[in-house]
């Protein structure tokens, strides 16, 4: 088990994955969300669902870091508390990419000395912003089986310019937007 899985797993912090495993080329990935604030434990088997959580996670570690992070924040404000929950897996050679619901803009920014990008995102998926991001076929990934389409995704979108203007931390904060929520559609 590689020391990411480890820390995900003895801090119980992963929330309805739908992928955690080796993949072909990879020592661990994960897909599905990740838990920044937990719920209230109320007793010894039973805990309110998380307060926060990095939703739509897509994970690569082929060591004792998180080589590659894609999740989307609903809100800027639960940044700082996943950088605290995460920072000791997180390293200056990591792609770390974040689609905030409540951001009125894109940034590349460092803060704590790793780089994070961070795009707004209103009514689409992490998933189909990387997809086009990479300039995948949809069609294609859809004939692969999971680990082949993580790697895939993943060896496309680190070598893929991410345009996004370089900001500092604060410009990145002044982004935010209280009244901004996701627009959902189809069935609810």
């Known amino acids: 088990m590689s020391k990411v899985q480890e820390y995900i797993y003895n801090n ?17 990935a994960y897909r599905g969300s990740l838990i ?10 039973k805990q309110l669902p998380p307060k926060a959580t990095a939703k739509q996670t897509i994970l690569i570690s082929d060591g004792d870091v998180i080589d590659f992070i894609t999740c989307e924040l609903e809100t ?18 990591g792609l770390y990419i974040l689609f905030v619901t409540d951001a009125d803009g894109n940034g590349k920014f460092v803060y704590e000395g790793i780089t994070f990008y961070m795009f707004a995102l209103d009514e689409s998926s992490v998933w189909n912003e990387l997809v086009d991001y990479a300039d995948l ?13 993580i790697d ?30 996701k627009t959902l559609f189809g069935a609810v």
């Open 12 to 28: 119980d912090l992963q929330w309805q994955a739908t992928f955690s495993a080796k993949t072909d080329k990879y020592d661990y």
């Open 36 to 45: 920044i604030t937990p719920g209230k434990v109320l007793s010894a088997d």
């Open 76 to 93: 800027l404000d639960f940044f700082e508390p996943f950088v605290e929950r995460y920072k000791e897996l997180l390293s200056p050679k």
């Open 137 to 149: 076929s949809k069609g294609d990934l859809k004939k692969m089986s999971a680990e082949e389409k």
């Open 152 to 181: 895939t995704l993943f060896d496309e979108i680190k070598s893929t310019p991410l345009r996004a203007p370089e900001l500092g931390y604060d410009a990145i904060k002044a982004l935010k937007n209280a009244s901004k929520t």
